[in-house]
C-alpha cells in the first residue's frame, strides 16, 4: 500500500526562523510531489511541487527531494505566524495522489 | 479562472439518513476527485473520474457510498445510509491531467459533514 509519512507535530519556531518540514514515502514509483498548506477549517492549497532530485526554490520556500532515500522535505525561510497552518505532503505516480497526515506548524511572533 | 466550486458547505444528518454533495470542478478540467479528510488526517481518495469515466474507485465504501459524473462536468457524491464513522469534511479536486504529474490539484472549499 503506497504510504507518505509525516510527523504530526506541532513544530514550534520563532518568527524569523528556518521550518524544515519532513515527509518519506514508500512508493518507488512516485514521480512527483506537492505540498500544500491547509489553514484550519480551509481546503488545502498547493504551495510547491518538485519531481526531479534537488532544491527547488520559489521566494521562501525550497522544496528538496531525495529519490534514493524516499524523502521529501521542505523549507520556510523567515517564518511569519502567517505560516501556522497544517502542512500535507502528498506524491503520485500517475496515480491520484495520496497524502501524508500532515504537519501542524505553529509560528511564535 | 473560477475555482471548484461546492455545496453544501455544511450538513448535519442523523445516521442513517442519506445526504448528497455536489461539485464543479473548474472548467476544462477532465478529471475530477473526491477526497474525505477526517479530522487530523490527511485527504484519502474516495473516487477518480476521467471525463464521465470512473477511472479509480478502489476506496470508496460501495455499499453505502455513490458517485456519478454526468456528461464530464458537475460531479455528485451520495452517502445512503450515513454512519457516525463518515462526519469529515468532503473535498472535490479536480485537474487538467490525470495522476499527479503537472501542477497538481485545486481543491474545492469542501463540505463538513456531521454525523449524529
Known amino acids: 500500500q503506497k504510504e507518505v509519512e509525516q510527523n504530526s507535530g506541532p513544530l514550534s519556531v520563532p518568527e524569523g526562523a528556518i521550518a524544515s518540514l519532513n515527509c518519506t514515502y514508500s512508493d518507488r514509483g512516485s514521480q512527483s510531489f506537492f505540498w500544500y498548506r491547509q489553514y484550519s477549517g480551509k481546503s488545502p492549497e498547493l504551495i510547491m511541487f518538485?519531481?526531479?532530485?534537488g532544491d527547488k526554490e520559489d521566494g521562501r520556500f525550497t522544496a528538496q527531494l531525495n529519490k534514493a532515500s524516499q524523502y521529501v522535505s521542505l523549507l520556510i525561510r523567515d517564518s511569519q505566524p502567517s505560516d501556522s497552518a497544517t502542512y500535507l505532503c502528498?506524491?503520485?505516480?500517475?496515480?491520484?495522489?495520496?497524502f501524508g497526515k500532515g504537519t501542524r506548524l505553529s509560528v511564535i511572533a | 479562472e473560477a475555482g471548484v466550486a461546492q455545496s453544501p458547505r455544511y450538513k448535519i444528518i442523523e445516521k442513517r439518513q442519506s445526504v448528497a454533495f455536489w461539485c464543479n470542478p473548474i472548467?476544462?478540467?477532465?478529471?475530477l476527485y473526491w477526497y474525505q479528510q477526517i479530522l487530523g488526517q490527511g485527504p484519502k481518495l474516495l473516487i477518480q473520474f476521467q471525463n464521465n469515466g470512473v477511472v479509480d474507485d478502489s476506496q470508496l465504501p460501495k455499499d453505502r457510498f455513490s458517485a456519478e459524473r454526468l456528461k464530464g462536468v458537475d460531479s455528485t457524491l451520495k452517502i445512503q445510509p450515513a454512519k457516525l464513522e463518515d462526519s469529515a469534511v468532503y473535498l472535490c479536486?479536480?485537474?487538467?491531467?490525470?495522476?499527479?504529474?503537472?501542477?497538481?490539484?485545486?481543491f474545492g472549499s469542501g463540505t463538513r459533514l456531521t454525523v449524529v
Open positions: 502528498a506524491g503520485s505516480g500517475n496515480t491520484p495522489l495520496v
Open positions: 479536486a479536480s485537474s487538467l491531467v490525470s495522476g499527479g504529474t503537472g501542477y497538481g490539484y485545486t
Open positions: 472548467s476544462g478540467h477532465a478529471t
Open positions: 518538485i519531481y526531479s532530485n
